[in-house]
């Protein structure tokens, strides 16, 4: 198939990098990957932990921000930063940066609680007279947009900038976002991301739900009980394909809201069916024509449920399909990006990664399922990104030999 007929024009992933539980840069996770080894560990994040696993970033605390961008510094902008300095993605963007200019390059990224680690830091630290001390001061990480603000001051961009926070979706829906701008002709590229990093509110709120499990998540397991809590960060450059044309492909993607409710999907997944249906259709793809989906797969009861159905409705066995948060956890806001990037490496290294805590599988999982890695040619590969309120979303990715 040439890229000509694709019925949506596609875009070159130029360069794409992520920091998780795994590690830092895509060597890192390729091997945890290939070992079948996850990056779960016992909590131990805040003054009173809760009594569950978590995807926590190693490092975090001994990595401050360069001293130009000191005036940002808090949890989740030294996160974003990590993640920026992996698989030379630095230098990638300073080259489109001299290519395009800095007015024509977009920033958009995704995140579900930004900078809100470092405001709960200031209300724990309020003076005697109610006051927030003086170095925390700073109105620019208490803000929503901390984390585009930082990234565009770090990498010198003055395109569009950007900030989608639409729950587990947010840091997906950013590549349709960046298709549209650079179609539309506001950028000629875009870098396109997220990070969400640990924080209080996320870990008791999520517990609040009863959705927090007391071990180590067992995405579409028969006995899962519960998500396990990550974080990560991670980027990608997205350009026209005469800019990379050895590069994968963005060749599809679909979007939706169903509002069925607050925290439980769709009983019948309509939101899911439709973005899965709006992205195939964007890439002029049949289901059998998908090699690999990286799926939602939270280990709560009901997404996976909803998700393994789709599953089986819409694919046929010889499409594999994994979650692969038992590696990561759900890293919320950042979730989009990082199995977007697990998904390219699936496609680059044509492994199919194993469900990892599927021990004892959902019966209602079909045969769709990998539960072990499997070595095979990821030609199209899918990530699913179900969001709290129906926000949804579906990434299709293509390899160049595919789209050649």
């Known amino acids: 198939m040439s890229a000509s007929r694709f019925p949506f024009a596609p875009l070159a992933i130029s360069a794409y990098t992520a920091t998780s539980a795994l590690g830092r840069g895509l060597e890192a996770h390729l091997e945890h990957l290939h070992r079948a080894q996850g990056g779960l560990r016992p909590n131990d994040f805040s003054e009173a932990p809760l009594p569950c696993w978590i995807g926590r970033v190693a490092g975090i605390e001994q990595a ?182 050895q590069a994968p492909r963005l060749c599809g993607y679909g979007e939706s809201s169903d509002a069925h409710h ?16 709006s992205a195939l259709q964007r890439a002029g793809l049949e289901p059998a024509q998908v090699d690999y989906v990286n799926l939602h797969g939270t280990a709560s009861l009901k997404n996976d449920e909803v998700e393994a159905s789709l599953v089986t409705r819409l694919f046929p066995a010889s499409t594999r399909v994994s979650s692969t948060k038992g590696y990561t956890g759900h890293t919320l806001g950042a979730a989009g990006i990082l199995e977007a990037a697990i998904t390219l490496l699936s496609m680059q290294h044509d492994l199919i990664p194993g469900n990892l805590g599927g021990d004892a599988p959902d019966p209602d999982c079909g045969p769709q399922f990998a539960w072990r ?25 293509a390899s160049a030999r595919f789209a050649a």
């Open 64 to 245: 401050p921000l360069p001293e130009a961008l000191a005036g940002w510094d808090c949890r989740n902008n030294r996160l974003a930063w990590l993640g920026l300095s992996q698989d030379g993605f630095l230098e990638q963007v300073a080259a489109a940066r001299e290519r395009y200019g800095a007015e024509r390059v977009a920033l958009i990224l995704g995140t579900s609680t930004s900078s809100i680690h470092a405001t709960e830091t200031a209300y724990r630290r309020l003076v005697a007279d109610g006051r927030v001390p003086d170095e925390l001061q700073r109105p620019e990480i208490h803000a929503p947009h901390s984390l585009v603000a930082f990234v565009a001051d770090a990498l010198r961009l003055r395109g569009p900038a950007l900030t989608v926070s639409t729950a587990c979706s947010s840091s997906a829906k950013v590549f349709a976002s960046a298709e549209r701008m650079i179609r539309l002709g506001l950028a000629d590229a875009a870098v396109v991301g997220g990070a969400d990093s640990l924080c209080d509110s996320v870990l008791f709120g999520f517990n609040a739900l009863e959705l927090v499990s007391r071990q180590p998540c067992r995405p579409f397991g028969a006995a899962r009980d519960g998500i396990s809590i990550g974080e990560a960060a991670g980027f990608a450059l997205l350009e026209r394909t005469e800019a990379a044309p």
């Open 262 to 277: 607050m925290s439980t999907p769709h009983p019948e997944g309509l939101g899911a069916s439709m973005a899965l249906a």
């Open 373 to 397: 890695n499997e070595r095979r040619q990821v030609d199209v590969a899918l990530s699913n990104s179900f969001g709290f309120g129906g926000s949804n979303a579906c990434l299709a990715f």
